[in-house]
């Protein structure tokens, strides 16, 4: 398969499982994946669920919060209101269980909660041509990408894309190796907005029809360092044993 290059366009983390996240102009990538992403989530204090991690499939409302890290290590919330909380507050579980309407308690854990120290990069060429077959404009928020690369390669390449493929972000590698990795098979979550107010069902009937419920590439970290927007970005695919689900 041929080589592709290009440049890194966006940098998006999420530092709370399912809230929206934040744009970066630099971030570093290591064996966690990207650093902080992910690394914060809420559990469902629920008789039936407890226990489980609260996602956007459950709460849509968890879009009407943001996270982002400040000064500190830990994140901090602003609310739908604009009220700004830090993670260690002892009053922000409470805030959030008003909000979203259930129960939870606050969990820290260092790397990604659904899918393991990966990262997912997605393509501005996939996007622009999605938007075309769609016929109206496509929000890149609604897939939680870390990594979103302008590459010469055609639309949709990524969705053949297999183990041992390699990817080149700056002073990053990035590769389809191990578990969980390969073209991202989406959950529900795209269908919303990414400020959760309503939602998309054909966006997702869409991309099963067209494109296997695909979007976007699962890569693991094989060479940490530092990838800044604008980096210069280089693919080296290889084809696609059979298809990965992970979401």
């Known amino acids: 398969m041929k080589t592709h290059s290009g440049s890194l366009r966006r940098l998006l983390r999420w530092p709370v499982k399912s809230l929206r996240g934040e744009e970066l102009q630099e971030a570093l990538f ?4 990207m650093a902080g992403d992910r690394a914060y989530s809420l559990v469902d204090d629920r008789d039936g669920p407890a226990g489980k991690v609260l996602t956007v499939r459950r709460r849509s409302e968890m879009l009407h919060w943001r ?43 260092d790397g990604q909660q659904d899918r393991g120290p990966t990262v997912l990069v ?53 590769a389809v190796t191990g578990d969980h990795t390969g073209p991202c098979i989406r959950c529900a979550v795209p269908s919303w907005d990414p400020d959760g107010r309503e939602r998309w069902p054909g966006l997702q009937k869409w991309l099963i029809r067209e494109h296997e419920n ?13 990838a800044r927007r604008g980096d210069r970005a280089v693919a080296d695919p290889r084809p696609a044993a059979g298809e990965i689900r992970v979401r």
């Open 30 to 33: 290591d064996d966690r994946g």
């Open 122 to 174: 997605t393509f501005e060429a996939s996007l622009v041509a999605l938007e075309e077959e769609l016929g109206a404009p496509v929000d890149l928020r609604r897939f939680r990408p870390n990594l979103h690369l302008g590459l010469d390669a055609p639309a949709f390449a990524e969705e053949g894309w297999g183990p041992g493929t390699t990817l080149t972000v700056g002073e990053v590698e990035l």
């Open 214 to 226: 695909k979007f976007g590439v699962i890569m693991r970290v094989t060479r940490p360092g530092t």
């Open 67 to 109: 996270a982002a890290y400040g000064s500190g290590d830990a994140p901090e919330l602003t609310a739908p209101d604009g009220t700004v909380w830090q993670w260690h507050d002892p009053g922000l579980a409470g805030a959030l269980a008003r909000s979203l309407g259930t129960p939870l308690h606050l969990r820290a854990a």
